[in-house]
């Protein structure tokens, strides 16, 4: 009855202020896509900057661009020049002998450094800040400081000669088959405290009771560790390798401020390459080319990452 | 033979527990030393006289302490020929990351918000389609935004620096929010709507009081990310206009001359100072926004 009654008073309303209704109208479906519309400036952004921008440097990279950009389509020339280069031969193999060793490095720094720090340690806070900090620290700053601590004449081998032992030798910067090891040091110092982070995270999510009744029946904590703690982080070990393997081939200003990528290229890296490409030597296709490389090379680790991801919530979401 | 009163072994298991315990702080400490070494060796010679450091490398404890490095680095040393020392530089890096940080900050909230409480037809895929912006390396996009900043007559300011900042933000910010927004329930927003309140009302009113834990980890994580930012600003802005970044790598790096160890530690350390305090003093939040942005 009362429904009724209101949808008389509606309709009575409606025919009795026509123009009115249309203006409410159009509000409540402004209303309606109001999300929409403003997620729309965003989106509009970030699809550029993603699919556009990309599309265009591969484009570019497919264009026999020198100095300014041109549209003149040549194929994948440039990618088969930049396999020649030596100095693109050079700067890959740098990235998988990085690569590997900063990421198991920082692992295992990592891991080792969190399952201390989870004994019940005193300070934990101030432990935790301390193997944290680097990551606040830029990359050009740590690049620039363990420069003068790798350099022979002003770090640690200046150190040790004035304490009296003047034949010791730590020259690794200046040495074209060690320099690369002094990237994988400094890449360590940054990213080992992230990595603890996450594991301790982790370990302090694994279930205590399980723990207990492991200690009760007599498991060495080592055991315990082995079998039952590590297994049960195993999603952040993955998560803590896509994310440093994603770091190491982005690598850039680190080298750059560490090495310059010398002596001579030894130390150079795909992201600096591509840089010498596009703004020192005008070969911007070259540049391209080896950005889209770089894209690959982060495709291949993130992808299967992120399907494997999805692919194991939905498998959740259909046990639970 | 549960209560033992006697264990052969109890005490030789209490000798082995300290040794444990012993051996649990050395290594913490051994690396605690590593982390530490280069922080210390940088604080410590931007006090002490050059002599002093050529003679016996930046490593030892000083023998002279001097405070007028810190000046210098920061308003009369040279950088690429221009003599105002790292200030103006610290300023461009200042005006950048504040209002890009605090765009990118506004918009990833408001995107966070309707991603996960006002999700329509194809939502999902705009997300993933942002969340591509997290992973895609600066080198794909540098050729483009020279173009667009052309265009836009932005180059070589600071404000198209800004802009460049903003839309690579945005993936963050909007992921950090969407994913803490989704612990608010939804039945809170439901029955605001009920109520009659609508989207701007339900954000300000209800999603915006509960978000400072977020926006603190946000805020935190762009200004650092883009205060330590290199490639973007040294591609896309030279001399005067350059970050601070680009200018440290101008001043340590310019070849010839000697070395002016305690003036550059100086120049490193206030380059270095405004995160190294954030960290200091929101370090928990720092690690809470690693934690969540890595794992969720």
Not at chain 1, 127 to 132: A, G, H
Not at chain 2, 218 to 246: C, D, K, M, R, Y
Not at chain 2, 285 to 290: D, Q
């Amino acid at each position: 009855m009362s429904q009724e009654g209101l949808g008389a008073a509606l309709s009575s309303q409606l025919s009795t202020a026509p123009s009115d209704t249309r203006a409410h109208r159009l509000r409540d479906r402004i209303h309606g896509i109001t999300p929409q519309l403003v997620l729309a400036p965003s989106f509009a952004a970030s699809f550029v900057y993603v699919f556009v921008f990309s599309a265009w440097t591969f484009y570019i990279s497919l264009s026999n661009s020198s100095l300014l950009p041109t549209y003149d389509f040549v194929g994948f020339e440039h990618y088969a020049s930049l396999w020649q280069n030596r100095r693109w031969n050079v700067a890959y193999t740098n990235l998988f002998l990085f690569g590997s060793l900063y990421v198991a490095g920082s692992m295992a720094l990592g891991l080792l450094l969190a399952i201390l720090i989870d004994q019940r340690v005193r300070g934990e806070s101030v432990w935790r800040t301390i193997y944290l900090y680097p990551l606040a620290v830029s990359f050009v700053v740590t690049g620039t400081v363990w420069h003068w601590l790798f350099s022979p004449t002003s770090g640690v081998e200046a150190f040790v000669h004035s304490l009296g032992w003047e034949s010791f030798r730590f020259d690794w910067i200046t040495d074209r088959d060690m320099a690369i090891y002094t990237v994988v040091i400094t890449g360590i110092w940054h990213a080992s405290g992230f990595a603890m982070a996450l594991f301790l995270a982790g370990l302090r999510s694994v279930d205590q009771d399980l723990i207990k009744a492991a200690q009760i029946d007599g498991a060495s904590m080592s055991r315990i560790y082995a079998r039952i703690v590590l297994p049960a982080i195993r999603p952040i070990f993955l998560a803590v390798l896509v994310i440093l393997l994603q770091f190491a081939i982005k690598t850039f200003d680190l080298v750059l401020a560490l090495t310059v990528g010398g002596p001579g290229i030894a130390t150079t890296m795909p992201a600096i390459v591509v840089y010498d490409f596009m703004f020192q030597r005008g070969q911007i296709a070259e540049g391209a080319a080896a950005a889209m490389m770089i894209l690959l090379a982060l495709t291949v680790v993130v992808v299967p990452y992120a399907v494997w991801t999805v692919w194991s919530r939905r498998r959740e979401a259909v046990d639970g | 033979m549960a209560n033992v009163g006697y264990d052969p072994f109890a005490t030789s298991g209490g000798g082995r527990r300290r040794a444990a315990r012993v051996a649990i702080y050395g290594i913490l400490g051994l690396f605690a030393a590593y982390y530490l070494l280069p922080l210390v060796v940088i604080v410590l010679n931007s006090f002490r006289e050059l002599s002093e450091i050529s003679r016996s490398g930046l490593i030892g404890f000083p023998q002279s302490f001097s405070l007028e490095y810190w000046p210098m680095a920061w308003s009369s040393f040279c950088v690429g020929g221009t003599c105002k020392g790292i200030a103006p530089n610290f300023f461009n890096s200042l005006y950048m990351t504040i209002p890009a940080t605090i765009i990118s900050t506004a918009f990833g909230a408001i995107n966070g918000y309707i991603l996960s409480k006002w999700r329509f037809r194809g939502s999902e895929i705009i997300f993933g389609a942002m969340l591509i912006g997290v992973f895609l390396p600066g080198q794909m996009v540098l050729l483009p935004w020279a173009f667009v900043l052309g265009k836009l007559n932005l180059t070589n300011t600071l404000w198209g620096l800004v802009l460049v900042h903003t839309v690579q933000g945005l993936s963050f910010t909007t992921l950090f929010c969407r994913n803490y927004y989704l612990s608010i329930p939804d039945d809170l927003i439901k029955a605001a709507r009920i109520d009659g309140a609508g989207f701007w009302r339900i954000f300000r009113r209800i999603v915006l009081p509960l978000s400072p834990p977020i926006l603190i980890v946000t805020v935190i994580w762009q200004f650092t990310g883009i205060w330590n930012e290199f490639l973007f600003g040294v591609v896309f802005s030279s001399g005067q206009q350059q970050p601070i970044t680009a200018a440290l790598i101008a001043l340590t790096t310019a070849g010839t001359s000697v070395h002016q160890y305690n003036v550059e530690a100086a120049a490193v350390l206030i380059a270095a100072l405004p995160t190294l305090l954030i960290y200091f003093f929101g370090g928990r939040y720092f690690i809470r926004g690693l934690t969540q942005g890595a794992i969720k």
